[in-house]
T-cell receptor
């Protein structure tokens, strides 16, 4: 059962435009969400996160929006740059209980065209 | 430099030949974890460790063993590798297991089991 879903395997945008990457989750116990970026031949690196007590978190060109009622979050990149081309993973965790796992989605390959 | 290191980076082996992938972090992190990345499946957690001598199964632990005798090291052991364990493996660490703590990933180990 896939608890974190990234339904778009790939996304292509023009440089300077907005990139919107989407993520849906099914586990209502998830209360913290993170986005990781991964370049080829490297490990994932942390990008931005959001707690369930917020609905928006912004860091420079990156903004994450959380809609708890829809169990949906999205990552906005504005403006997109060619260096943003990478695989983006959405991840979620539940702070309660004894299960300290981070559950990842399958990833979305973002290509930003010059 | 704060980092997570893995060795080897690339390994080709044969079915049944025991192997160990080492992981070490220099950030004094309590929490360490192993993931595998497969096409179309994203990142899946194999095992994690809350601290020295404390380990627990992730989502796909079958065929793997781990140990945590020292805080900095978290080796992944394949006692009898099989072709379905051909994958890209990542070790990660974070300050604590709580979900809001950023996980730092190693560069990855690409394993091929013939």
């Amino acid at each position: 059962d896939q608890q974190v879903k990234q339904n778009s395997p790939s996304l292509s945008v023009q440089e300077g435009r907005i990139s919107i990457l989407n993520c849906d989750y099914t586990n209502s116990m998830f209360d913290y969400f993170l986005w990781y970026k991964k370049y080829p031949a490297e490990g994932p690196t942390f990008l931005i996160s959001i707690s369930s007590i917020k609905d928006k978190n912004e860091d420079g060109r990156f903004t994450v929006f959380l809609n708890k009622s829809a169990k949906h979050l999205s990552l906005h990149i504005v403006p997109s740059q060619p260096g943003d081309s990478a695989v983006y993973f959405c991840a979620a965790s539940a702070s309660g209980g004894s299960n300290y796992k981070l559950t990842f989605g399958k990833g979305t390959l973002l290509t930003v065209n010059p | 430099e704060a980092q997570v290191t893995q060795n080897p980076r690339y390994l080709i082996t044969v079915t049944g030949k025991k192997l160990t992938v080492t992981c070490s972090q220099n950030m004094n992190h309590e929490y360490m974890s192993w993931y595998r990345q497969d096409p179309g499946l994203g990142l899946r957690q194999i095992y994690y460790s809350m601290n020295v001598e404390v380990t627990d199964k992730g989502d796909v632990p079958e065929g793997y063993k781990v140990s945590r005798k020292e805080k900095r090291n978290f080796p992944l052991i394949l006692e009898s590798p099989s072709p379905n364990q051909t994958s890209l493996y990542f070790c990660a660490s974070s300050l604590s297991p709580l979900g809001y703590n950023e996980q730092f990933f190693g560069p990855g180990t690409r394993l091929t089991v013939l």
